[in-house]
C-alpha cells in the first residue's frame, strides 16, 4: 500500500510563505505523476500544482506564487507557497497516480495523503 505523508503546514500572515513536503512510501516513487490539491470547507478539492519527472503545472489562481518540485532521492515531492493570501487557506493534499493524463482532475489520482492545514490570517 503506498502511503503519502504531509507536512509543513501552519498559521501565517498574508504575506507569508511555507513549504510543504509530501513523502512517499514506494521505491517506484521516480514513476508518479505528483500533484497537490486543496480544499477549503464547503468547497470542491481543487487543483493546485503538479509534476512529472521534469515539466510542472499551476492553476492560475497560484501562478508566479507557488512552487513544486520534486526530490527522486528522498521520494518527496514539495509545494513552496509565497505571497499567501487569506483565499489560500485550506487543507491541502498530496496526490500521486501514474499517467499525467487530466492531471488537474482529482478524480484521476490514485492515492492521497491525509491533508495538512494551511490559514492565513489577513
Known amino acids: 500500500q503506498v502511503q503519502l505523508v504531509e507536512s509543513g503546514g501552519g498559521l501565517v500572515q498574508a504575506g507569508g510563505s511555507l513549504k510543504l513536503s509530501c513523502v512517499v512510501s514506494?521505491?517506484?516513487?521516480?514513476?508518479?505523476?505528483m500533484g497537490w490539491f486543496r480544499q477549503a470547507p464547503g468547497t470542491e478539492r481543487e487543483f493546485v500544482a503538479a509534476i512529472s519527472w521534469s515539466r510542472t503545472y499551476y492553476a492560475d489562481s497560484v501562478k508566479e506564487r507557488f512552487t513544486i518540485s520534486r526530490d527522486n532521492a528522498k521520494n518527496t515531492v514539495y509545494l513552496r507557497l509565497n505571497s499567501l493570501r487569506p483565499e489560500d487557506t485550506a487543507v491541502y493534499y498530496c496526490?500521486?497516480?501514474?499517467?499525467?493524463?487530466?492531471?488537474?482532475?482529482?478524480?484521476?489520482?490514485?492515492?492521497w495523503g491525509q491533508g495538512t492545514q494551511v490559514t492565513v490570517s489577513s
Open positions: 496526490a500521486a497516480k501514474r499517467s499525467s493524463n487530466y492531471y488537474y482532475n482529482h478524480a484521476t489520482y490514485a492515492y
Open positions: 514506494d521505491p517506484t516513487f521516480t514513476t508518479y505523476f
